[in-house]
């Protein structure tokens, strides 16, 4: 059963213009992103998918496998399908390593990797456990998932599920909340599914793109880590990861 990994990376982020050209303690964020994956015992083999050539230059310049893929595109997932597309006869399962988190360690790709080849959910992704820290519980830029027996209920901003009859303070003592760490494995035919589905009422409502597929009957895996990761969505979050990790 053969991995690719996929780690799509655009210029133009709304919040972050370049970002995955910006470096981090010497190193572009997109370089520490392609070298854990590269790290990996699983995948067979790691392409960045870009749509900028700056980046497509760089990617290269460290001898990296990168390919183009269009502007058009509205998320990761389909900029992802774009490239699996070119492997769909030779690959079985796509993992789509975000752009983003310079610091994702090998060893969640590798969990990850492993729970989509002996699993049969149609789409993977992986949940931390968040703990006494209710900044996280409540802060609407951390995702959180509920999930039973390893598959997906729902994931929101918001702290799901809502305790009833306890002040707020002490929901994080009534139950295990779990935040989502935004990398996907699929099933090659799924992916390429997925990408040719509408967006849905409730990605509108909390902008989550995971809610399309599960609104659309797709069956979405858990897998939990004990490993931190941090996506760098501001130019202020490049020290919080720096102080986290290095």
């Not at 980046?55 to 893929?69: A, E, R």
Request: hydrophobic share 40%.
């Amino acid at each position: 059963m053969k991995i690719l990994g996929i780690i799509p990376a655009r210029y133009g982020s709304s919040r972050f213009i370049g970002k995955p050209l910006v470096e981090i303690n010497g190193k572009t964020m997109i370089k520490r992103v392609y070298e854990q994956a590269k790290a990996t015992s699983l995948l067979h083999k790691v392409v960045v998918a870009t749509d900028d050539k700056r980046i497509f230059d760089h990617v290269k310049s460290f001898n990296g496998d990168v390919m183009m893929t269009a502007k058009t595109h509205e998320s990761g997932t389909d900029r992802c399908a774009e490239v699996a597309r070119h492997f769909q006869n030779e690959i079985d399962i796509v993992i789509n390593i975000q752009g983003d988190e310079p610091f994702i360690q090998p060893e969640q790709i590798n969990a990850l990797a492993n729970f989509m080849k002996n699993t049969d959910f149609q789409i993977g992704t992986l949940a931390k456990l968040i703990g006494e820290d209710e900044g996280v519980i409540f802060n609407p830029n951390v995702v959180k998932v509920i999930f039973a027996q390893q598959q997906a209920i729902y994931f929101s901003r918001q702290a799901i599920p809502y305790i009833r009859n306890q002040e707020q303070e002490n929901w994080m003592y009534q139950f295990d909340y779990y935040k989502h760490i935004g990398m996907y494995g699929y099933q090659m035919k799924t992916l390429l599914e997925i990408a040719e589905l509408s967006p849905s009422s409730l990605e509108f409502a909390e902008s989550l793109e995971q809610l399309r597929w599960l609104e659309n009957g797709y069956s979405i895996g858990i897998e939990t880590t004990k490993l931190e990761t941090i996506g760098i969505d501001t130019p202020e979050d490049i020290q919080k990861a720096i102080d986290l990790f290095c």
